[in-house]
């Protein structure tokens, strides 16, 4: 599917494709959206550091394995570049977040097998998320820039155990580990000169 918008001379693209053989079903969607800059009705006129753009996509895979036991693999992506900070932003000093990143990827197993595993799920994954962030400061020839960037890797298990006509037990863990990173430096507009962090700035988490 295909969208446009004239106040802001926005364009947004979907595609989504689905199939199944036998036991094995697959799914892929994504699209794209671009704004510029909104143009107010009547006296409001053109306002400025609104416009950006986006994507996203995700893809996954079924199995069937046999009776009630499945098998999904799935990943999932979003993007968003140069998204203006509206709210804090000025000809002379301008905030984008020039990158908005989030991926996501796991692997699920899922199914029962009589009384004592009459439900059970376990799921590997694997996140990403990222933002660079950008200052523009133009009265002092300088771009002040950020950087952060976390992954994280989970496991979930669950269970479920029927014990009696009155009674049933679930069970299960969930286990993330964080990795975090963070930078920052300044940049000169004038010349591109870039000065790395010497301990009197740094990123947000280190």
Same mark, same amino acid.
């Given at each position: 599917?295909?969208?446009? /918008? $004239?106040? #802001?001379? $926005?364009?947004?693209? %979907?595609?989504?494709?689905?199939?199944?053989?036998?036991?094995?079903?697959? *799914?892929?969607?994504?699209?794209?959206?671009?704004?510029?800059?909104?143009?107010?009705?009547?006296?409001?006129? !053109?306002? !400025?550091?609104? *416009?950006?753009?986006?994507?996203?996509?995700?893809?996954?895979?079924?199995?069937?394995?046999?009776?009630?036991?499945?098998?999904?693999?799935?990943?999932?992506?979003?993007?968003?570049?140069?998204? !203006?900070?509206? #709210?804090?932003?000025?000809?002379?000093?301008?905030?984008?977040? &020039? @990158?908005?990143?989030?991926?996501?990827?796991?692997?699920?197993?899922? *199914? $029962?097998?009589? =009384?004592?595993?009459?439900?059970?799920? &376990?799921?590997?994954?694997?996140?990403?998320?990222?933002?660079?962030?950008?200052?523009? =400061?133009?009265?002092?020839?300088?771009?002040?820039?950020?950087?952060?960037?976390?992954?994280?890797? /989970?496991?979930?298990?669950?269970? *479920? &155990? #029927?014990?009696?006509?009155?009674? =049933?037990?679930?069970?299960?863990? %969930?286990?993330?580990?964080?990795?975090?990173?963070?930078?920052? $430096? @300044?940049?000169?507009?004038?010349?591109?000169?870039? &000065?790395?962090? %010497? /301990?009197?700035?740094?990123?947000?988490?280190?």
């Amino acid at each position: 599917t295909t969208r446009c /918008g $004239s106040a #802001d001379m $926005s364009q947004a693209y %979907d595609l989504n494709l689905h199939g199944q053989y036998r036991r094995v079903a697959v *799914g892929f969607g994504g699209n794209f959206k671009q704004f510029g800059t909104l143009v107010g009705g009547r006296d409001v006129g !053109p306002q !400025p550091f609104t *416009g950006y753009r986006e994507g996203a996509w995700d893809g996954n895979l079924r199995v069937h394995l046999g009776k009630t036991w499945f098998l999904k693999l799935a990943t999932s992506s979003v993007r968003q570049l140069d998204v !203006p900070r509206t #709210d804090r932003s000025t000809a002379a000093d301008f905030r984008l977040f &020039t @990158h908005q990143d989030r991926d996501l990827a796991y692997v699920k197993v899922e *199914g $029962s097998s009589g =009384r004592y595993l009459d439900q059970f799920k &376990t799921l590997v994954s694997y996140q990403r998320q990222r933002e660079e962030r950008a200052r523009y =400061r133009i009265g002092k020839d300088r771009i002040e820039w950020e950087n952060d960037d976390v992954s994280t890797l /989970g496991l979930l298990v669950v269970g *479920g &155990t #029927d014990t009696g006509k009155w009674s =049933r037990l679930v069970w299960g863990m %969930d286990l993330y580990l964080d990795w975090v990173a963070s930078d920052a $430096s @300044h940049e000169k507009i004038s010349t591109g000169a870039q &000065t790395a962090p %010497d /301990g009197t700035f740094r990123g947000r988490f280190v």
